[in-house]
């Protein structure tokens, strides 16, 4: 078979089973409720790979992860980001279980091997076509970097930890000006 006409049928293929995924997805629609499809969830995660400048994945974080930098990180995400991520990490509040994609557990390998200017950049800039949001203009830099020392933070997070941050987490709730 001639080269062209083998580069042909394999366009030809994918145009074929694009549009088949493409009549199932309009059949069943885009309901966050629905598992992603290995298709959905490989443009997701290409998506979020390719967001983020090569420059900003060089950033190194000049805050230093002392204790009271950690709480602070701890005390800015109870109010600002546990609502969709969960005090510990993991996603599992009812905002994060109707958002799609999901949040990610933010204590997996998945976050936790990516660079301190991956997390900073994603908590500036958001995430286009998800849940989340850009906080560069709600957030100081000094103050994203913080949260980047607690993300890191997250796999180690004590019980006594995450029964004080409940405390903030009540107060968020009853002053939505912390949103």
């Not at 499809?37 to 490989?42: D, K, L, M, N």
């Amino acid at each position: 078979m001639k080269p062209g006409k083998a580069v042909a049928l394999i366009l030809l293929a994918l145009a074929v089973a694009t549009a088949g995924y493409g009549l199932i997805l309009v059949r069943r629609g885009f309901s966050a409720l629905a598992t992603p499809s290995a298709i959905e969830e490989f443009a997701a995660t290409t998506a979020r790979k390719i967001a983020v400048p090569s420059t900003s994945r060089q950033l190194r974080n000049p805050i230093m992860p002392t204790t009271e930098n950690i709480r602070r990180g701890m005390e800015h995400f109870s109010y600002h980001c546990a609502p969709c991520h969960s005090n510990d990490g993991g996603g599992q509040t009812s905002w994060g279980k109707g958002l799609y994609p999901k949040p990610p557990d933010l204590r997996a390998a998945g976050t936790q091997n990516k660079s301190d200017g991956e997390l900073y950049y994603t908590i500036q800039n958001g995430v286009r076509l998800s849940g989340m949001p850009a906080f560069s203009e709600e957030h100081t830099a000094e103050q994203s970097w913080r949260l980047v020392l607690f993300i890191r933070h997250l796999p180690q997070i004590t019980p006594e930890e995450l029964s004080q941050m409940k405390g903030w987490d009540q107060n968020s709730k009853a002053d939505p000006a912390h949103f």
